[in-house]
């Protein structure tokens, strides 16, 4: 175990290897060896394709690009809510390519499930063997498996095939209460795939049925049956509370081996839940073929599922109580949203302060003048001590001087204020309140940026349907208290990593833009600053110098890059 837990945390990211596929390296260097030979192919770019991000392809020594890949070994949902239909969608979200074994068809709909009907198994091997013996597969996920002899071929193949991580959702009653797979699949399920798992991921029910019956109506319950779970085998275990009994928060339960981990989102209130289990699994199968670690990968899916249901929360598909939920929303707000924002409007973003603006006898409306005559090219009102009707009015005096300008006007962290005032959008910190949130607020038209450290919280913003992300602080800055600094090295993390374009934040003036601007990352489109304008006694002259420099640092990388 020690030689295991050293080679996960030093070599590899991903999960490794099933515990039945080859046990006889499980005690040995044997492991290690094996699999680090598999992935050593694309070691060198792992790195860069972590920086850039999830959906990054991995391209391998021969510049043939490889997509990550899920194979997803489940039955077909005709409603598409949840199984294969659900996996496809969710890996599609997740920028991830996905095959499909097909173990059964239902027919089935938001009402329940119809109709069952079984694929051969001599069937459900020969799609696998086409899959595996050709396709790169990286993680096999599981969903319903509706036979012990299906759950027997699943072991075989992947004795000969053998794939970086198995993600097990140990299927076996739908969200609307019908059997999926009977209790004669249990013994096949504990004895054979749970000990090949790297994680199963079992609703209340599922849990409960794989224990022998044991009740679990809280989450203290959850705790003990994700240890017990455990104990059959598996690598990590996720027990979902989707159907926890008078519960707010949507609460799961992950346990690794070692630590206990309760993981909270908001209970969305919706009837579209059809295909979360599913969903999620799929999720985390997609994160860890992008070679996300499974913690992270789990916390990911499950912000995925509660946005998407978040999103979908209105929609109406079908009669039935359990309606399917829509996936691919981050494609619908991004497509079929009017493009309002250009990303090169962040190259010189000035943001108000009023306690500066008192020190120096400004109103907020003539120090925005100022700024926008001397060449900001967006603005944002950031006005922590201010009564909110004073701030409504500042910012409509504001949008007024904006608008005659061309350039946009956001609202820092005050939806309400963006709203009411109809300023272009806002810009909220991590602390606020969530991006996926401010843009159903909002609506698809308005600018939504959020302030952001790391490469997941860029993520986050992305899958939430932000604009931009503001990444800082860049050098130690007094105008945010106990706010850490990540430095030049930290956001140029961030942008490699960031699927929207940056402004970086934090301690820039006229002597350091140059710097900062010269990282030389395509996706970091300027600087915001604060005192560098306003902490100082004219607001049109610093911001006209901050310019200068900073159009020369633009012109002295594109020549650089010619
Ligand atoms: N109303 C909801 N709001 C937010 N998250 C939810 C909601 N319902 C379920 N989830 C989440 O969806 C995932 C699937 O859980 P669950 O519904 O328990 O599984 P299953 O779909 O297999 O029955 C879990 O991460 C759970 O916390
Ligand atoms: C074919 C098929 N597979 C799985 C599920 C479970 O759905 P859920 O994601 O709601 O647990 C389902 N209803 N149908
Ligand atoms: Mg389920």
Redesign the pocket.
Known sequence: MANEAHFLSTSLPFLSFNKAVLPEFRQSKGLSFLVNSRISRSKQTRASMEMRGSGGPMTSDHSAVKIPHVLTV????SGA????Q?DLKACAARGVYCSTVIT?V?A?NTVG?QGVNIVPEDFVAEQMKSVLSDMDVDVVKT??LPSIGIVKILHQQLQVYPVRALVVDP?MV???G?V?AGPSILAVFREELLPMADIVTP?LKEASALLDGVKINTVSDMHSAAKLLHDMGPRNVLVKGGHLPDSLDAVDVFFDGEHLYELRSSRIKTRN???????LASCIAAELAKGSSMLKAVKASKFFVETALDYSKDISIGKGPQGPFDHLMNLKHNSGRQVRFNPSDLFLYAVTDSRMNRKWGHSISDAVKDAVQGGATIVQLREKDIETGDFLEAAKSCLQICRANGIPLLINDRIDVALASDADGVHIGQSDMPAHVARSLLGPEKIIGVSCKTPEQAEQAWLGGADYIGSGGVYPTNTKENNRTIGLDGLKTVCLASKLPVVAIGGINISNAHAVMEIGVPNLKGVAVVSALFDRECVLTETRKLHAVLTEATAAAAAAAK
């Open positions: 489940a039955g077909s949902d809510g949840a199984g294969i659900a059964a239902t089935q499930v969903g319903m299927v739908s969200t609307s019908d999926l609703n839940t059809h295909g979360t289990g599913c969903t």
